[in-house]
């Protein structure tokens, strides 16, 4: 483990905790050594955490059925998407709006549920999310719509996504098809926009100062968490590798192996503040 100069908080100051979750906690639906002991932790020592995720084709209640096919027992309230980050950004910028979207069913639950119509007929915004079928047909309809005036939002900037056949396109890779069709960027709510971090720090009731984003890569969850003041934790089980670290004009506070390490620094904490010479 290593830490930055930045700051002198630790894990043991840390009361609320953010993570990434592919590459983190699983990875290619297998759980990662330490990660249900991690969770275990949190939940044994009443420490309010969300688990985040730019994708936005599922619901927290699909998220967490695969989370506990993979052995991880995350509770729904406990996962927080990019859909659910941009429906709560929307509403707040325009509450009870109209929006065309493209996207599954965890982008237009979401949406629905933050009381927003779905129509393709004069919507304020166009709203682009994953999904495993990007058709031609909504995408022009998107450019036209744009075009029209409706205001363009991406829920994350991933320009490719896994499947089982190898890397396919996925929202950044539709978002920039769309913006040189129309000369609009979009506004993009997901990592690394400190607004995703924002909006999960309010829906646990969290603060900065105490809270901290444990990521695996460097240019979304490590950048948006020293950005938004969290505490930042890389772990090496999913994207960046070690030798990558060199790269980046910027360092997570704390580096770790993996979230196995991460629990063993935290259980080690506990157990010497239980000593009786802590309890002096």
Not at 77 to 86: D, G, L, V, Y
Not at 143 to 169: Q, V
Not at 202 to 207: K, L, S
């Amino acid at each position: 483990m290593t830490t930055s100069i930045r700051g002198t908080r630790t894990v043991h100051d840390i009361k609320c905790w953010l993570t990434d979750m592919d590459g983190v906690l699983v990875h290619e639906n297998q759980a990662i050594k330490g990660a249900a002991e991690l969770l275990g932790y949190w939940r044994e020592n009443n420490l309010r955490f969300l688990v985040l995720t730019n994708n936005s084709i599922f619901t927290p209640r699909d998220l967490r059925a695969r989370l506990l096919a993979s052995g991880l027992d995350v509770p729904e309230e406990n996962i927080w998407t990019s859909a659910m980050a941009t429906a709560e950004f929307l509403a707040r910028q325009r509450p009870g709006g109209r929006t065309f979207v493209i996207g599954e069913a965890g982008l237009t639950t979401a949406l629905h549920d933050a009381g927003f119509i779905m129509t393709d007929q004069n919507p304020d915004y166009v709203v682009l999310g994953e999904t495993r079928t990007y058709s031609f047909e909504a995408i022009t309809k998107a450019i036209r719509l744009i075009e029209g005036g409706a205001k363009f939002i991406a829920t994350n900037p991933d320009a490719t996504g896994p499947s089982t056949e190898g890397i396919m396109p996925a929202t950044g890779a539709i978002a920039a098809l769309i913006s040189r069709a129309t000369n609009r960027d979009p506004y993009v709510v997901g990592k690394p926009n400190p607004m995703m971090f924002r909006s999960a720090l309010n829906r646990i009731d969290a603060h900065s100062e105490t809270t901290a984003m444990i990521g695996d890569r460097m240019d979304t969850d490590i950048v948006a968490g020293m950005e938004a003041g969290l505490l930042t934790a890389l772990v090496y089980t999913g994207i960046t590798a070690r030798e990558d670290m060199d790269t980046f004009p910027f360092r997570p506070d704390l580096q770790f192996p993996s979230v196995a390490n991460l629990h063993a620094e935290l259980a080690k904490g506990a157990a010497a503040a239980e000593t009786p010479a802590a309890k002096k």
